[in-house]
């Protein structure tokens, strides 16, 4: 964890710029999932708004407490094809709800945000990780992933 939380919107440009560097077109797949599912949904509103801010066409989506194979019916499928609604060829799809960073699924996301506060574990397969027990200046969160077991964070 850092030393020095940072404002909220520093977290949040630096996730938008991680997300752009790494997959700057195309239909991309953002996952953001958390310990507190209303606080998840509240930052992955955020990062959207951010690369919106930045020219890009997000549409949001939140799934819930969603199984695997609704998700890749409902969302993932529809999305990748093309024929979900509010999206085309160069969209940015960020999902929030449960169960999104499930080793049967992680392989979906072209980027993941995993999201907690003080007392719960955070998740290590997760591509950032964010402490938001202070909302407005939470703390980016380093692991020494060698350490966690494979299945860390499943539910």
């Keep these: 964890m850092t030393d020095n939380p940072e404002a909220r919107s520093t977290i949040v440009a630096r996730i938008a710029d991680q997300i752009l560097h790494n997959n700057p077109s195309g239909r991309r797949l953002v996952a953001v999932e958390g310990t507190d599912a209303a606080a998840a949904s509240h930052f992955a509103d955020d990062v959207a708004d951010e690369?919106?801010?930045?020219?890009?066409?997000?549409?949001?989506?939140?799934?819930?407490?969603?199984?695997?194979?609704?998700?890749r019916a409902d969302t993932v499928e529809p999305f990748r094809s093309g024929s979900l609604e509010g999206t085309?060829?160069?969209?940015?799809?960020?999902?929030?709800?449960?169960?999104?960073l499930n080793a049967s699924v992680i392989g979906i996301w072209h980027y993941t945000v995993w999201t907690f506060?003080?007392?719960?574990?955070?998740?290590?397969?997760?591509?950032?990780?964010?402490?938001l027990t202070d909302?407005?200046?939470?703390?980016e969160h380093y692991y020494d992933l060698c350490k966690l077991p494979p299945s860390f964070g499943e539910r």
Excluded: M
């Design 117 to 131: 506060a003080e007392g719960t574990l955070p998740h290590g397969k997760a591509d950032f990780i964010v402490d």
């Design 51 to 71: 690369l919106r801010s930045r020219g890009q066409q997000v549409t949001r989506r939140s799934v819930g407490a969603v199984e695997e194979a609704t998700l």
């Design 135 to 139: 909302d407005q200046r939470p703390n």
């Design 88 to 100: 085309s060829d160069d969209t940015i799809l960020i999902v929030d709800g449960e169960r999104l």
